[in-house]
């Protein structure tokens, strides 16, 4: 409860100021924020209703405990209007349903204007009836509920005072009424009240009961162990056994005497005399002025309630603020509303511009325009491209042929991954992949194998052995069925190396595009669902390079060797002459003027056989052609199989999310697409309708 003081009596009060905090309650912003607040609780039976029936001078009415079933807050300002209105509305719990919350909202109290005992309970009834609470045995409805009823009465001759009541708490459930539930109900209803640390707790216990049984005192204790934020009410002092009196007024608590059963019924008896001869009386006459009546009580309660919120408002204002902004911040994390066709397709449209952006930073290796780039280093799509390139250009200069055209010794080889971590390939393997297996294509990659390490044996016995076993009836020449052979089983680890290759490629591609979703679609199920509708086209763009690079392995491998590249020519003439220098480099001597061979030894030089002539021919010509083919090759998948139909080309997998694939969807496939789950639109809804409370409560401060 609140109470705040009249400035018109005691110059305490800020009307101002106080009305403002009242309108916060109202709109809900008690939810989002701590709120000064005087909390009037106790235990049923305490006497609480007629402590508050004294300060707000209104006659609660008794029958049923319709007071004590929900939240009762009761303002009393002072105005310039000649005569007194009085109106009531119900603020719904947070937690209600829309539906439910519009009803709620638009109830006005009737016929309100006297709020003498019989109108005031039937408005209770009313209000019973709305939020759904019980009003007899056994009618199957809750007994309390969260609801607030808010009363405000307003005139010229009103003080500032505003009350918020909550039930009283109790120690044991009555059979057919109340139930455990209700009692843990009741309690958590009234420690959330107590717990906010800008409530002024107003504690009513009986003066004729041991305090220390008192479970309310035993919560404020906890909640309040200095007594900083805690006011003692005591009442019925009138019922204090003799000789008890003493321990009572060393409490320093207010003392209130509050008219008993009897008194209720006449028509005659006043209050505040009844209070005045009891003060009159030993031992009360001793208490002070300011610690006995229910005048002192407000006067008490005006000083502590104003005071408390001179204290909490800026900080209030600041909390206001602060928590609108959050929201804010909160609503835009869930992107723009997606309830309708059209905001369906415009929220899909901005993330195929999003991507289609990044994607072409990506491929500009422009990484300094967004920060997930730095954060994601997958996205780094062209960087990870050339740099696999490289190194598979590399992998089948060193590894590609199956026999070495020189004798040379194997080399420790490693490929450093994404993480700069070695793999290191032993002595004599190579691993064909450098990339994990990526979830979801998988299935359709050729499978990783291990290159072994060239061969070091002279090449020119196996090119004897395959010439001599595939030999025809030319004279002095080969058949180039011969050379197509040798080619063949000299570039078989060209397979494994550009599966190896185009696998990665797609592994990289793939990796993309999920990760570029997920960073531009912040809503998971979105991104999600893009994916799985995408994934069939995307699986079929994969296989089209894949496929290609078949082809372009056959072409290479199994067609007629042929080339216009004068570099073969070149290649050829450099190998020849290479092996005409080693021979006659066996029968060079040294002279004054360097190395010389005689003439005779020239005639010589060519004494082989037809066969071996040929052998010598073949690897020749088998080395050079390999040069050229290997380079082609490399050139036409990077290009080909990996540039055109992965990452440059019209067709590629990140060209698949397009505008023309957004206005392609049917209403239902928008719906599953882009749609918001009942979890986020709740989640949307409840983050509106808090910011509209907190923008109204900012107004309100301004």
């Not at 001759?157 to 109340?178: C, K, M, Q, W, Y």
């Not at 009240?193 to 107003?202: K, V």
Request: contains cysteine; glycine residues 4%.
């Amino acid at each position: 409860m609140v109470i705040h003081a009249s400035n018109h009596d005691h110059g305490l009060a800020d009307p101002v100021l106080l009305e403002k905090i009242d309108r916060l309650f109202a709109c809900n912003v008690g939810d989002y924020i701590d709120l000064p607040q005087l909390v009037v609780v106790g235990d049923q039976s305490s006497g609480k209703s007629s402590v508050l029936e004294g300060l707000t001078r209104l006659a609660f009415p008794r029958d049923s405990g319709l007071c004590t079933r929900f939240a009762t807050q009761i303002i009393f300002r002072r105005t310039q209007c000649e005569s007194r209105t009085i109106t009531a509305s119900i603020i719904p719990d947070s937690s209600t349903d829309d539906t439910n919350a519009s009803n709620l909202k638009r109830w006005k109290g009737k016929d309100v204007q006297s709020l003498d005992k019989g109108s005031f309970s039937v408005l209770m009834a009313e209000v019973h009836a709305l939020m759904g609470v019980s009003r007899s045995k056994d009618d199957g409805f809750p007994m309390f509920s969260k609801h607030i009823l808010r009363v405000e009465i307003s005139g010229p001759n009103e003080d500032h005072l505003s009350v918020i009541d909550v039930p009283g708490i109790f120690r044991n459930a009555t059979p057919g009424i109340t139930t455990k539930e209700d009692k843990k109900l009741v309690r958590d209803m009234v420690q959330a009240y107590m717990r906010n640390p800008r409530s002024i707790m107003l504690i009513v216990v009986p003066a004729n009961i041991d305090i220390a049984t008192q479970e309310i005192v035993e919560m404020a204790r906890e909640l309040d162990p200095h007594g900083e934020r805690t006011l003692g009410v005591l009442t019925k002092p009138d019922l204090v056994d003799k000789g008890a009196e003493s321990k009572v007024m060393k409490l320093g608590w207010v003392i209130v005497r509050n008219l008993g059963q009897g008194e209720l019924h006449g028509a005659d008896v006043d209050r505040d005399a009844a209070e005045e001869q009891e003060h009159a009386k030993y031992p009360w006459n001793t208490v002070g002025c300011d610690n006995f009546g229910i005048n002192a009580l407000k006067i008490r309660l005006q000083e502590i309630v104003t005071t408390n919120a001179r204290r909490a408002f800026p900080a209030v204002r600041s909390e206001i603020s602060k928590e609108l902004k959050a929201r804010q911040v909160a609503l835009r994390s869930l992107g723009p509303e997606r309830k309708t066709t059209e905001q369906q397709m415009q929220y899909l449209l901005d993330i195929v511009a999003s991507f289609q952006n990044l994607t072409a930073h990506a491929l500009n290796a422009n990484y300094s325009s967004a920060d997930a780039f730095e954060s994601h280093p997958n996205l780094r799509l062209a960087t990870r491209i050339v740099n696999r390139d490289a190194k598979f250009s590399e992998d089948l200069s060193r590894w590609g042929h199956t026999f070495n055209f020189k004798k040379t010794s194997p080399l420790q080889i490693g490929w450093s991954d994404d993480n700069g971590e070695k793999q290191k390939s032993g002595m004599s393997q190579l691993q064909s992949r450098k990339l994990k297996d990526v979830l979801g294509i998988q299935e359709i990659l050729p499978e990783a194998s291990k290159v072994p390490y060239p061969l070091s044996h002279d090449i020119c016995s196996w090119i004897e052995d395959e010439y001599r076993e595939s030999r025809g009836f030319e004279i002095g020449t080969f058949n180039y069925v011969v050379l197509s052979i040798l080619m063949k089983k000299q570039s078989l680890k060209w397979t494994s190396l550009a599966n190896g290759y185009i696998s990665d490629i797609i592994t990289i591609v793939h990796e993309f595009i999920v990760k570029g979703l997920s960073q531009i679609c912040t809503d998971r199920k979105v991104s999600e669902s893009l994916l799985s509708f995408l994934m069939d086209k995307l699986l079929e763009r994969y296989q089209n390079a894949i496929k290609h690079a078949d082809f372009l392995l056959s072409v290479e491998r199994l067609m007629i060797p042929m080339t216009q590249n004068h570099y073969l020519n070149d290649t050829l003439e450099k190998c020849r002459q290479e092996r005409t220098k080693s021979i006659l480099l066996k029968k060079a001597y040294d002279s004054p003027d360097g190395k010389v061979i005689r003439v005779d030894d020239l005639k010589h030089q060519q004494n082989m056989s037809n066969a071996e002539h040929t052998v010598q021919e073949l690897r020749d010509i088998l080395e050079s052609y390999y040069k050229v083919a290997r380079k082609r090759f490399v050139d036409n998948i990077c290009t080909q199989a990996a540039a055109y139909f992965l990452v440059h080309g019209p067709k590629t997998p990140m060209t698949l999310l397009s505008p023309s694939l957004v206005s392609s969807l049917s209403r239902e496939q928008l719906d599953e697409i882009a749609g918001e789950e009942l979890t986020l639109r709740k989640k949307r809804e409840k983050l509106i309708k808090e910011i509209d409370d907190l923008t109204m409560a900012r107004k309100m401060l301004l």
